[in-house]
């Protein structure tokens, strides 16, 4: 008899390459519906969790979509849900409240031999640690 493999796909193996974390605070560079009022381009929030699977973040406070729920049971309630939904990955950056601009992220190795998150100040073009 044939033994069943556990193959995963490449969907289910892929990771996401980015330098960014949760908690970070981001902002969205495009997207958004300026028809429907959801201009998303602009505005800034902390990433609550990554979708590695689609390339896509969740961002604190933006994208808010609606979903209706119904009871499924007596005691629960039915009605309408608002939560964030989605961003591709592609369209936010890391959002640095000093400079109230998005700023690129590098890894950068230290003398000992430690690896850190900065970026480079477009101001005085020096590298600036974010992990202390």
């Not at 039915?78 to 936010?92: P, T």
């Not at 590098?106 to 430690?114: C, I, N, S």
């Amino acid at each position: 008899m044939a033994e069943k493999r556990n193959h995963k796909t490449a969907a289910q193996k892929k990771k996401l390459d980015t330098r960014l974390r949760q908690g970070d605070p981001v902002m969205v560079l495009v997207g958004g519906n300026a028809k429907k009022n959801r201009e998303l381009k602009g505005q800034t929030g902390k990433i609550l969790r990554f979708i590695p699977k689609r390339d896509r973040v969740v961002v604190e406070g933006l994208n808010i979509i609606k979903r209706h729920k119904r009871a499924s049971m007596m005691n629960e309630a039915s009605g309408i849900l608002e939560k964030e939904g989605s961003v591709h990955i592609s369209n936010v950056m890391y959002y640095n409240e000093e400079l109230k601009r998005p700023v690129r992220l590098k890894v950068k190795r230290l003398e000992d031999g430690r690896k850190v998150r900065g970026f480079i100040n477009p101001e005085t073009k020096k590298f600036e640690q974010l992990d202390a």
